[in-house]
């Protein structure tokens, strides 16, 4: 049985839907994502799990138990905000303490507890700092070992690295996923950055308008995108509309030219208006020799960007872009050349239309 | 070269002769009870006077009745409008307001006509009237306090405080006393430095329930002595400005968001 279970969660402000038939399950210790973009729900979705909203329908369960009308209180969910939220009028120890202190713990098991968080989120020496002595990461770290030091039984955390920059950002999230993995913690992790639910995640729950898009493992999130925003929104993506030429043997025509998709083709006829997507790096420069797929098109802008370059083609009406991956002896076209493209059948993946 | 800025300056000369004149006067009044010379006579006269200790100490421990009574009011209040009816705040700050628009001469009679009849005959007994006299001190500070209260609230992002003690397990109680009180030491002194200083100097609320208050002293002396009310009134001024500096001093050990450095 899953351990933190939300069924049919949904969530109205009067007129404003904000959460929509959420279904959830997530197994002891599994590192959950919500990425979205902002509006789309997740913060409305983290708060019902923590207690701070209640949900107009559905039910959540911790472990098993019915949380869905509990103060947050007597949740023991440990939460992590974006602002730290850390409290101003008590150090840093006190801050991590609080939790504990709260619960009536005798103060020697605070005192050692409180060492150990420390340790953890390697600060031993700024037990005695203010909040306001601290910078950003650092109050960032005491939040979170304010939070876990009560063991709670769910982890929530809001964007917590939004107000960051980027560099600590990066440090900063392999030490939460670290701490995560090491205590075993069932974790939400809220986020609209893709990047950051992509490297984190044991699963990402995609959300747009209230609903959950995809759920699934950041692999197949990215490569196997079931639906159009989830495509769009995850990765960069070429959206390029084709029309069907035969359901039978998958091929499309793209501004005339017949290309093969390896997905089958269902409840759609010949004729049909699709739109495919690609991803830029499954596109290469046409090598001579077998081409699954060849595609002409007209070279309209190159753009170098370290690692990879981007270059953006145009079939007809259809614009997009491909990336390639720099080296000294790569010969890139010029702009206003035509060119031959090509990509997998693999590649092409027909969307759904909502 | 620049020119001087002659009108400049004239203005905040005459200003500064339009404030401290009258005040010169009075101070220079107040140092001349004895003939031809300048002395503290005066001051030791009145503070001589065994009216004026007694006077005094009672609006000083009024003063400390009004400041515990509207904190445990405006806190807790103040704090629950920021965190579930934001939108009445305009309304709650408009309520604070109303001390200015019905004057005190109202207010008290207003409070002499329920409360010295059956069923609450406050102003039979002084306890009963030190009631009535605090409770009508704390509707005069409701404005300085609310406000003082309001702009700590402000200043500390209270909802995602509340919301972070709420998930560690803390009841509302813990956290009023735990996070929201201590957070708002500066405020609540501010509050209370003012609150002091109008208590100590007030008088249409005193004088009509009959308290024995230092407003009342200070006015039966100007009518009945000469150099005594000046010094009297140096000496308030003196009280109030302190008060004022002190407030100016606290606002200004603020390092970042709202925090004491005495807390440490
Ligand atoms: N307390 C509230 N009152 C009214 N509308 C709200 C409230 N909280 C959130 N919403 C609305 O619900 C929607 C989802 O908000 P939120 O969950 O904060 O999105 P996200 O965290 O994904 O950016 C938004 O349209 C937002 O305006
Ligand atoms: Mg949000």
């Known amino acids: 049985m899953a351990f933190l279970e939300l069924d049919n969660v949904s969530k109205s402000f009067g007129q404003v839907e904000a959460v929509q038939n959420f279904n959830l399950q997530a197994e002891r210790g599994e590192f959950v994502s919500f990425l979205g973009p902002s509006g789309c729900g997740k913060t409305t ?46 150090t840093v120890a006190d801050n991590i303490g609080f939790g504990l202190k709260v619960a009536k713990k005798p103060s020697a098991e605070i005192k050692k507890r409180v060492a150990e968080m420390l340790a953890l989120i390697k600060m031993e020496k700024f037990g005695d700092r203010y909040p306001y002595q601290l910078s950003g990461g650092q109050q960032q770290r005491v939040a979170l070992a304010r939070a876990i030091a009560i063991q709670p039984q769910v982890l929530l955390l809001d964007e917590p690295l939004s107000a960051l920059d980027a560099k600590i950002r990066v440090a ?129 802008n190159i753009t170098f960007l370290g690692s990879i370059v981007r270059v953006q083609v145009r079939a007809g009406d259809n614009v997009f872009l491909m990336d390639t991956f720099n080296n000294p002896f790569l010969k890139l076209p010029d702009i206003g050349d035509v060119v031959e493209i090509t990509f997998s059948k693999e590649a092409v993946l027909v969307l759904k239309h909502a | 070269m620049k020119k001087f800025p002659f009108w400049a300056w004239f203005w905040v000369v005459l200003g500064v002769l339009y404030l401290f004149l009258p005040l010169y006067g009075t101070l220079d009044f107040s140092l001349r009870m004895v003939r031809d010379q300048l002395s503290f006579a005066a001051y030791e006269v009145v503070l001589r006077d065994p009216k004026f200790a007694a006077t005094f100490s009672y609006s000083f421990i009024m003063a400390l009745w009004t400041i515990l009574a509207s904190t445990l009011l405006i806190v807790p209040t103040a704090y629950w409008v920021h965190l579930k009816l934001p939108q009445l705040r305009p309304l709650v700050e408009l309520v604070t307001l109303l001390v200015f628009v019905v004057p005190a001469i109202v207010l008290v009679f207003g409070l002499l006509r329920i409360y010295s009849r059956p069923p609450l005959a406050l102003t039979n007994s002084d306890l009963g009237a030190d009631i009535l006299l605090v409770a009508g001190y704390v509707c005069l500070s409701f404005p300085y306090m609310y406000r003082a209260v309001d702009t700590g609230l402000r200043a500390i992002d209270v909802r995602t405080l509340t919301e972070a003690a709420q998930s560690l397990g803390a009841n509302w109680l813990t956290i009023l006393l735990r996070v929201v009180l201590p957070n708002l030491r500066v405020a609540v002194l501010s509050g209370a430095f003012l609150t002091f200083a109008i208590v100590i100097g007030e008088y249409t609320l005193s004088v009509y329930l009959a308290r024995p208050a230092f407003g009342p002293y200070m006015q039966l002396l100007g009518r009945t002595r000469a150099y005594e009310p000046a010094a009297l009134a140096i000496m308030s001024l003196t009280l109030t400005w302190t008060c004022v500096g002190i407030i100016q001093l606290l606002g200004r050990g603020v390092p970042g968001q709202g925090q004491l450095a005495g807390t440490r």
């Open chain 1, 172 to 300: 900063l999230r392999q030490e939460i996923r670290a701490i995560q993995r090491e205590l075993g913690i069932t974790t939400v992790y809220v986020t609209h950055d893709q990047e950051e639910a992509l490297s984190l995640s044991d699963r990402v729950v995609v959300m747009n308008n209230g609903c959950i898009e995809q759920v699934g493992t950041p692999f197949e999130i990215y490569n196997f995108p079931q639906t159009e925003f989830t495509a769009q929104f995850v990765g960069t993506l070429n959206r390029i509309g084709a029309t069907v030429r035969d359901v039978a043997n998958g091929e499309l025509l793209i501004d005339s030219q017949r290309i093969v998709t390896a997905q089958k083709l269902e409840g759609v006829s010949n004729g049909t208006a699709v739109t495919l997507s690609i991803r830029p790096e499954r596109i290469s420069f046409a090598a001579d020799g077998r081409k699954p797929n060849g595609l002409n098109v007209r070279v309209e």
């Open chain 1, 45 to 90: 979705t983290l708060r019902m799990i923590a207690g701070f909203e209640l949900p107009t329908a559905g039910t959540i369960l911790i472990s098993g138990n019915d949380v869905t009308f509990k103060p947050p209180q007597k949740r023991n969910t440990g939460m992590v905000f974006q602002a730290y939220a850390l409290f101003p009028n008590m």
